[in-house]
């Protein structure tokens, strides 16, 4: 795709978040960790919904419906309520800058997502026989793990490591952590190595 392209799809999907600027940037503030509270606020939060979720035991249909449900509501009601929650007059150039970053992430989501599915869906060439081989054995891994663990759980767990991502990485927690275990673990393979060397 041509930078034209990419510039294209970064001007639509800024045009049509325009409205929800205030709000994308305070998730966006709130998934990076940018206070202290923010992370403990995360897991309570997740973790309170889907104790609802468990409690409630409702069908796929039923869980479907509801969201459908709320998604219509917040849609139509965040235009009127937004002005009690933000000041929308005091927009500034730091917001602005967050805002432009947080959209070129998404453009970039939004085109990988369309050129997989083009290569997986629409692009008529013959796929190779390992990628068919790859794709069968990941999907089937997926479907064991589906049927022995709790999906409820599984999703729980999924959702908690996506949300809480950001907030590590922009907290550098997972350089801290391979830089201690890494170097840890190279210092004992080092000592092992030693010890096989005196032994012989």
């Known amino acids: ?7 294209r799809a970064f001007n639509k999907m800024k045009h049509d ?6 709000l994308i940037v305070l998730v966006d503030s709130v998934l990076n960790w940018e206070k202290n509270y923010y992370p403990a606020a995360i897991f309570v939060g997740i973790t309170a919904f889907y104790l609802l979720l468990w409690v409630l035991q409702l069908s796929v249909v039923t869980m479907l419906a509801i969201t459908g449900l709320f998604g219509v509501l917040f849609d139509y009601l965040y235009p ?4 009690m929650f933000f000041n ?13 970053r947080i959209v070129n992430g998404l453009t970039n989501v939004n085109l990988q997502i369309m050129a997989w599915y083009d290569y997986l869906f629409i692009n008529k060439e013959r796929k190779s026989c390992m990628f068919v081989i790859g794709m069968s054995g990941m999907l089937l891994t997926l479907a064991w793990i589906g049927a022995i663990f709790n999906n409820m ?5 999924v959702t908690i490591s ?3 991502y950001p907030g590590i990485q922009n ?12 170097s840890s673990l190279t210092n004992k393979m080092e000592k092992l190595r030693e010890l096989a060397k005196k032994q012989e």
Do not use: C
């Open 88 to 100: 929308i007059d005091n927009w500034s150039g730091d917001q602005e800058a967050q805002f432009e």
């Open 153 to 157: 759980l599984l999703m729980y767990l």
């Open 162 to 164: 996506v949300v809480m």
């Open 80 to 83: 009127s309520v937004k002005r």
């Open 1 to 7: 795709m041509s930078q034209v392209d990419v510039k």
């Open 171 to 182: 907290r550098g927690l997972l350089t801290h952590f391979k830089d201690k275990f890494g």
């Open 17 to 22: 978040l325009e409205p929800w600027r205030n």
